[in-house]
């Protein structure tokens, strides 16, 4: 599921707008196919976020992909987002998020990241990568179904 919408991230880049709909479609044919749910995976410069809560929209964010998926088990989502700003400024960001349950925290040489309970079998992971002098942020949630 992952490297489907990997090749379609890889695909956009070099063929433009009808390659990227194309690829689109196909990763979430893909998905939908081997998970008996349903899928969307949206890339790009004008890709919506407002489903994803504002305590995790770091300010001044470009939102670059969403990929989202729901199942009989539950739903997720994937936020594929990057700042200008450095990552120690966007760690700040998180570290001081409030309304949510910090339930794990790690940094390494690569990044850092960082998991929140929203409410039980609801929860958000934050990932932070240091990319060309840009921050790549990347917001996982993910869903129980009752």
Request: glycine share 10%.
């Amino acid at each position: 599921m992952v490297m489907v919408a990997v090749m379609a991230v890889g695909l956009t880049g070099c063929c433009g707008k009808l390659a990227e709909k194309a690829a689109e479609k196909a990763a979430e044919k893909a998905v939908e196919e081997a998970s008996g749910g349903d899928a969307s995976l949206a890339i790009g410069d004008n890709v919506d976020i407002s489903a994803l809560p504002v305590a995790f929209r770091y300010p001044g964010v470009k939102a670059k992909g969403r990929f989202a998926q729901n199942t009989p088990t539950g739903s997720g989502t994937v936020y594929m987002l990057e700042s200008d700003d450095p990552i120690a400024k966007v760690k700040a960001h998180y570290e001081a998020l409030t309304g949510y349950k910090q339930t794990a925290k790690m940094d390494t040489a690569d990044g850092s990241m960082f998991a929140y309970e929203a409410a039980p079998g609801e929860s958000y992971n934050v990932v932070l990568s240091p990319t060309a002098g840009k921050t790549v942020i990347t917001i996982t949630h993910a869903k129980d179904k009752p």
